[in-house]
């Protein structure tokens, strides 16, 4: 498999590209770093193998880490081609190693309203977090938990692993629709205990989430034991979802009501941060970060909130060096932050 960025089919953007005004996101596409193992100029769907390698103290077999194993010669075979075009045959290892694998049906490109048809390299990072949790603690063994924008669905899938429910939430029939593939894909590495629901939650919607005018037969809407049993969660991840200021505020808008009822919930949050040259300021700024920032205040900066402001968002950015990579085939790089975000609630927020 390769963890190069292939080069870009003539019709796609870099990755910075993203951060695009609404009036261009039908007409540009974008292409995420995340592409293992395509054929380049393939623009997708496509099914890519994700591997995570496991610990070497993690007795896996047998125990609640009894993930598929791959040995030499059931390695998958990748399509990819080196610097020269010429077709790259992975080596095989002299000994099996300990890794499971991740079906994970994807585009290589998109439009910005289909991005979440991409896997983004916060995907991985948050992914290597939530197993690193799993390894080394009890800490998300039955739990409920929630994932916003969850694109392909693979952090929450991972999850699914040790938690009791898990909501895979996005937005829009295409993305929900491929999530709820890669759900069935991946069946044989979901405990049957445990129940994974794909749902739209539209962070623009009003609350609570309502029934939708999805043509029957798609199941994407929420029942009202869903909804109960989503004020029991206590952990909600994202990956790559502050891109835009506009989605960032509804994105806030959403935590605060999910945040602010219910059981006490924490969110990971893994941001890629993307530069952008800004007319209005004459700089390259990191936009989208700097409208994150407006609505957490850093635990370790002592950050005052503004007169007048209530941030109730608290924030620790989280040592990702402390974080092993299980993630084989992508390059962490150093501009993807980790969040540990918690929500004061009225009489906590000082
Ligand atoms: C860059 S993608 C990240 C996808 C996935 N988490 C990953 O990292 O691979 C951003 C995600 O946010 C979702 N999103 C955008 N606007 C949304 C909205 N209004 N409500 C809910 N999800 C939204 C997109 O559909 C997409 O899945």
Not at 40 to 60: A, C, E, N, Q, R
Not at 108 to 114: A, D, N, Q, W
Not at 248 to 270: H, W
Request: net charge negative; hydrophobic share 35%.
């Amino acid at each position: 498999m390769k963890s190069q960025p292939s080069p870009a089919p003539e019709t796609a953007s870099s990755p910075a590209g993203i951060h695009k005004e609404e009036e261009e996101e039908e007409e540009e596409d974008v292409m995420s770093e995340i592409h293992i193992g395509c054929p380049s100029k393939f623009t997708g769907p496509f099914i890519s193998h994700f591997s995570f390698s496991l610990p070497h103290d993690v007795d896996y077999l047998g125990s609640k880490y009894e993930y598929q194993v791959l040995d030499d010669s059931q390695q998958r075979q990748e399509v990819s081609l080196d610097d020269d075009g010429d077709l790259a045959v992975p080596r095989r290892n002299k000994r099996s190693e300990n890794k499971f694998v991740v079906a994970i049906q994807h585009n290589i490109t998109s439009s910005i309203p289909k991005v979440g048809l991409q896997v983004w390299r916060a995907a991985l990072v948050l992914s290597d977090f939530v197993l690193h949790k799993m390894f080394t603690s009890t800490e998300f063994d039955g739990i409920v938990a929630l994932e916003l924008g969850a694109g392909t669905g693979l952090v929450g899938m991972l999850l699914a692993r040790v938690a009791k429910t898990v909501f895979l939430t996005d937005h829009g029939v295409e993305i929900l629709e491929n999530c709820a593939s890669n759900v069935h894909l991946n069946s044989a590495l979901i405990p049957s205990k445990a129940s994974v629901y794909v749902r739209e939650l539209d962070w623009k919607a009003p609350w609570p989430p309502q029934q939708s005018n999805y043509p029957s037969g798609h199941s994407y809407v929420w029942n009202l034991s869903e909804l109960e049993e989503l004020e029991r969660a206590s952990l909600l991840v994202a990956a790559d979802v502050i891109y835009s200021d506009d989605l960032t505020d509804a994105l806030f808008t959403t935590l605060e009501r999910l945040m602010s009822r219910g059981l006490n919930k924490v969110l990971y949050l893994a941001l890629e941060k993307r530069y952008n040259f800004s007319v209005d300021d004459l700089d390259v700024v990191a936009n989208g970060y700097s409208r994150f920032r407006s609505y957490v205040r850093d635990e370790n900066e002592h950050d005052k909130i503004p007169n007048g402001s209530s941030r109730a968002f608290i924030g620790t950015r989280m040592d990702l060096t402390k974080i092993p990579q299980y993630a084989n085939e992508y390059i962490r790089g150093q501009d993807v932050e980790l969040w540990q975000i918690k929500y004061a609630r009225e009489e906590e927020n000082l």
